[in-house]
DNA sequence: ACTACATATGAACAATTGAACATATGAAAG
DNA sequence: CTTTCATATGTTCAATTGTTCATATGTAGT
C-alpha cells in the first residue's frame, strides 16, 4: 500500500529513450486536441446526429425538424444552439420561420466517415 | 415519459407537404444514428483524443502514454478501454508490457477530417 | 513460494449534460 | 398595440461521465 502521488508511471522506459519526447513534440497543441474534442462531442449525441442527418437532405426549419423526428420544439432549438456554436449549421429567417442547413461539407463528409465505421 | 400526442408543434408544414415524409423516409435507421453518435461521443472526449493523437505516430505502451501525457495509469487504462470497447484501437502483449496501436485506418481519417473544421 | 512491475478493474465522487417545463423574444397580421 | 405563431432562452433535475483511489490480475524473475 504505498501511496506515491508523485508521478504514477514506469520506472524505465520500454521503448527507446527518445519516444516520449519525441511524440511529445510531434503532438498538436493541447489547445487544438481539446478544440478536436470538443467538436466531436457536439457529434456525439443521438438527437444532434439526427438533426444533422436531415439537414443533409437539405434546409429544412425547426418545426419540421420536430416533426421528423419526434421531439419537442424546445429540445430542436436547444441543439441546433449547440450545432450552430460548433458552426456545424446555419440559418436563414424568412419571416417567423428559421430555416437551417448544414454549414460546410466538412460535415458531410465528417459523417460519413463515422458511418464506414459503424457499418463495418 | 413521452407523451407523443400533446407534441407542441407547428399547425401547418411550411415547406411542401411531403417533404417531411419524404426526409423520415430517407433518414437512416434509428439504431444506425445512435451508433454513430456513440461512435463520435468515443471521439468526443480530450483525454481519449490525446491517447488516439498519440497513437497516430506507432504503437506505443500504457505506461509511455501517460508519461507522455501526464495522466496516471489509471486513466490511461480506462479510456484504452473505452477506445477498445469501440474498436478503434488494438493491443500486443509482450511479457508485462501492453502495445497498444490504431485498430484501423478510419480512426485517421475521421481524427483529421475533424482537424480540418477545428483548424478554420 | 515470493517480490517487483505493468496493466486492468471496481467503487465512489464531482462535474457535465440533455430533456422538460416555463417563459421570453421576434415577426406578421388584424 | 395586441394577438398569434415560430423559435429561442432560462432553470431545474436526473442521468451520464471522467477521474481518483484502492485493489486485483497478470507476467517475469529470484
Redesign the pocket.
Known amino acids: ?1 504505498q ?1 506515491r ?1 508523485e508521478m ?5 522506459m ?1 521503448a527507446h529513450a527518445g519516444l516520449v519526447a519525441r511524440v511529445q513534440a510531434a503532438l498538436p497543441d493541447e489547445e487544438v486536441l481539446c478544440d478536436l474534442a470538443e467538436l466531436f ?1 457536439v457529434f ?5 446526429i439526427k438533426l444533422l442527418s436531415v439537414l443533409l437532405e437539405g434546409e429544412i ?4 425538424m ?1 416533426q421528423m423526428l419526434g ?12 450545432l450552430k456554436g460548433a458552426e456545424l449549421v446555419k ?1 436563414r ?8 442547413s448544414l454549414a460546410d461539407d466538412h460535415v458531410k463528409t465528417i459523417i460519413s466517415n463515422g458511418m464506414e465505421h459503424v457499418l463495418e
Open positions: 500500500m501511496h502521488e504514477p508511471h514506469c520506472d524505465f520500454h462531442k456525439g449525441d443521438s438527437t444532434r426549419c425547426v418545426c419540421d420536430a421531439l419537442s420544439q424546445s429540445a430542436v432549438s436547444h441543439q441546433l444552439r449547440v440559418y429567417r424568412d419571416g417567423k420561420t428559421v430555416f437551417y
